[in-house]
């Protein structure tokens, strides 16, 4: 009797001590499995709305922000809860830069250092559909936010936040775009010491001018980028321009544009090997892996999957001449409505694409159409993000009862 109770007990500490071990691991989940399917119990991470990751706390490593109702939450690298914002409405968008906010207007002076900070977007959403647009400046280590805009409308919905150097004078500036009312999308940038910027900007309200990007795109100018899903008039396609100084050229469209992206992308290791190479003979950025890549989601249409087709492309200027490549079709998607760009602690970015039905790790080759690897299904949702930890990317994807964290496998 005495020896099975001692056996029984064994079995118990044992299984205990297994449980304990899972509980602090995250699992490698099935890349073919639904996200929604894929609650991690070992992690438990709260609700969200919308899901964002970027280097807050700028040490190199990548933390979570979780935006729930009018909440927007801080967790770290081992999940632990940082800070709690409470907005006036939904956070639509998040960004991060360097700014010092007192110079971008007088009414700032509560943030008068300059550091690095978040800029979020709130607006309407589920709950709060009468919840006025506003701006919000949040120090990334308190979670203090001055609100610098508050404006309420028919349709408070954020399209565009940028930090960037609008005018060359080496001090950032923050990019605003928003619609102003149902259709019409209005411009309205802060300026550091209340410089002058550049008389191409569009300064007009633009029908559903839904995605905007501002970049020096090789030229020592900055140039803005106006992008539309749909056209002046009803099935339209939509439609993209460039304005820069001394030009504005309509980059030409097969349908309708959904997203820009300026930025390095990770090549294939034997390109990388190939570009090297050709960079110590040549001497040549041209050819380099490192140099950055200005690229659309092209192929947007209404309709959805009838005619739509994900499509993406790269666009390039050579003395002077615009020219553009077609890269490669995601087949039996119909658009990527966002780039999802993630740098590793060696400097290489890799570019994910949140696809209409698939995560997708895109590939930078240096000739011929780019590889695409589909990394696993996506059901419909607001947004997605791709979280790097201890050299892992991880998948999150929200759920208003917890936010779902995934390994993703990555392919060799």
Request: proline content about 5%; glycine content about 6%.
């Amino acid at each position: 009797m005495m020896k099975q109770l001692i056996l029984i007990s064994t079995l118990f500490v044992c299984l205990l001590a297994k449980q304990l071990v899972a509980q602090t691991e995250i699992p490698q989940a099935n890349p073919q499995a639904n996200p929604q399917a894929q609650a991690n119990p070992q992690v438990t991470l709260p609700p969200s709305d919308r899901v964002f990751s970027m280097d807050v706390d700028m040490d190199g490593k990548p933390e979570i922000l979780l935006a729930y109702q009018d909440q927007l939450s801080l967790l770290d690298q081992s999940f632990q809860l940082k800070w709690t914002v409470k907005g006036k409405g939904t956070a639509h968008i998040v960004t991060i830069g360097t700014l010092k906010p007192s110079s971008l207007h007088p009414s700032f002076q509560a943030f008068s250092q300059k550091s690095q900070y978040l800029v979020v977007a709130w607006g309407m959403g589920r709950g709060y559909l009468q919840a006025p647009l506003v701006l919000g400046l949040i120090d990334p280590k308190t979670g203090q936010m001055l609100e610098i805009f508050n404006q309420p409308g028919e349709r408070t919905q954020a399209v565009h936040l940028q930090v960037v150097d609008l005018n060359g004078d080496q001090e950032n500036d923050l990019a605003f775009a928003y619609f102003q009312d149902k259709y019409f999308v209005k411009t309205q940038h802060w300026i550091a010491n209340q410089a002058p910027i550049a008389n191409w900007f569009l300064n007009t309200p633009m029908r559903m001018a839904t995605t905007f990007l501002y970049a020096d795109l090789g030229d020592s100018v900055i140039s803005e980028l106006v992008g539309r899903v749909y056209g002046e008039e009803k099935g339209e396609f939509g439609d993209l321009e460039l304005r820069a100084k001394g030009r504005k050229k309509q980059i030409p469209l097969e349908k309708g544009l959904k997203q820009l992206y300026f930025g390095q992308v990770r090549y294939s290791a034997q390109n990388s090997a190939q570009n090297s190479a050709q960079n110590s003979a040549q001497n040549s950025a041209q050819n380099s892996s490192e140099r950055k890549h200005l690229l659309m989601s092209d192929g947007w249409v209404a309709n959805y999957g009838k005619k739509a087709k994900a499509t993406l492309k790269e666009i390039t200027f050579e003395n002077n001449r615009l020219q553009v490549e077609v890269l490669g079709e995601s087949v039996g998607e119909y658009t990527f409505f966002d780039f999802l760009p993630v740098t590793d602690t060696q400097g290489k970015t890799y570019l994910f694409l949140q696809g209409s039905h698939f995560l997708s790790l895109v590939v930078a080759q240096a000739s011929g159409d780019w590889t695409f690897h589909r990394l696993r299904p996506l059901t419909p949702t607001l947004n997605i993000a791709v979280f790097l930890k201890n050299g892992d990317f991880y998948l999150l994807f929200p759920d208003q009862t917890a936010t779902i964290i995934e390994k993703l496998q990555m392919p060799n």
